[in-house]
């Protein structure tokens, strides 16, 4: 590693004799009459080409008062090699020419891939707890470098990735090895996908420490909420709220809702003229008491139309059973409540979870099933509705 201290920019080399992919992070620390200053980079990928001379960073006038540390991360076929590099304010530089200064490399070592990998798939679930102080440095740069990988693969659907996905299917079809269909396995095949990239791990053993993963302890679950929570506050906060008393009519002693009044409230309530711009969900409240809790990604209305058909085929004797907890749901006041969701909206089933879990809305506490998702849900589709 050599520094040109006679340019500004672009002044700190590396010169490789092979072709190797690479991290590199620079730290600084300075400490001068009490005041105590330091700084720390993020850790950059490089790919050097055999023999070439690269420029890694630009060392300032001010960065050279710092006691500056540097690390090069080299990942090899079968290990990670780890050097580190220091200037002491230029005192312990080798001057190679003019105004081009040798930065010693103080400490080298290495790391077997086969251990780092071990040690990601003992924590293939930091990428959601964020995790920062797992590991000692200089380690922690190159293990919270690879959980970033990781992080970026799962954040972009490691699915997305067909070469490596095509070479999961072969794996599983040799080693009779099945995933799960679920967040987790996505997390777990991130890891796997930069175990393949970075530490070049042979199937063979990524089967061994699916293996021994299998013996590991379930995840946190507060880990999977955290890792929601801040996007999930952030729909909500996004939410438009509305509450409309329903009118009830009566007609030969039959009493209906009068559904083209709902409509008109329901548009004059959110300012739209369409209803399937009214989406969400929605809470209907008989007597001040939460009846039920349900959810629309098409359309409001055309569901509540379906709940109000629901009654009047249980007082003809129509409907299978679970319709009869509909009977009496006219005989009080009637108010809907709606959550307008115009953003966000895969998370309406969940929120729908969430709110119907917490209030156990009567029709909930009625049922003599266990609750799994709405009634709705099974019975047709949103497009069924509106035929």
């Not at 954040?155 to 990735?161: A, E, G, V």
Request: glycine share 4%.
């Amino acid at each position: 590693m050599s520094l040109d201290i006679g340019k500004e920019h672009n002044n700190l080399f590396l010169e490789s004799n092979e072709e190797i992919r690479s991290i590199y992070h620079i730290n600084g620390f300075m400490s001068e009459d009490g005041f105590v200053d330091s700084f720390e980079s993020d850790a950059k990928e490089l790919n050097t080409l055999e023999n070439e001379r690269i420029a890694l960073d630009s060392i300032t006038k001010i960065d050279l008062d710092y006691m500056l540390e540097f690390h090069i991360f080299a990942f090899g076929e079968k290990e990670v090699g780890v050097y580190q590099f220091k200037s002491n304010k230029l005192r312990n530089l080798h001057k190679l020419r003019d105004k081009v200064y040798e930065i010693p490399c103080e400490k080298s070592y290495s790391i077997d891939n086969s251990k780092i990998a071990a040690i990601l798939a003992d924590h293939f679930y930091s990428i959601i707890t964020h995790e920062e102080n797992l590991f000692p440095f200089p380690e922690k740069i190159l293990y919270n470098f690879l959980f970033q990988k990781q992080e970026k693969l799962y954040r972009n659907n490691i699915f997305s990735y067909y070469d490596f996905i095509d070479e999961v299917n072969a794996f599983k079809e040799k080693y009779k090895v099945q995933f799960e269909q679920s967040e987790g396995t996505e997390i777990i095949l991130s890891s796997l996908c930069v175990m393949r990239k970075y530490l070049n791990i042979e199937w063979i053993e990524i089967y061994r420490l699916l293996e021994r993963e299998n013996d590991m302890p379930k995840p946190d679950l507060r880990n999977f909420i955290a890792n929601i929570d801040e996007e999930l506050m952030s729909v909500w906060d996004k939410v438009e709220f509305g509450s409309i008393k329903v009118e009830i009519e009566e007609e030969q002693g039959v009493k209906k809702v009068n559904m083209k009044k709902l409509l008109d409230d329901i548009k004059k309530v959110f300012g739209v003229e369409n209803r399937a711009d009214v989406k969400g969900i929605y809470l209907i409240y008989s007597n001040d008491e939460l009846f039920y809790v349900g959810e629309s990604k098409k359309g409001i209305y055309s569901r509540l139309r379906r709940h109000f058909s629901k009654e009047e085929k249980s007082k003809n004797g129509e409907g299978p059973k679970r319709y009869s907890f509909f009977k009496d749901l006219l005989e009080g006041e009637l108010r809907i409540d709606i959550l307008r969701m115009e953003e966000g909206l895969e998370y309406r089933k969940l929120l729908e979870e969430i709110i119907t879990l917490s209030e156990r809305p009567k029709y909930k506490q009625s049922i003599d099933i266990d609750y799994v998702v709405p009634v709705d849900h099974e019975e047709g589709t949103e497009e069924d509705e509106d035929k």
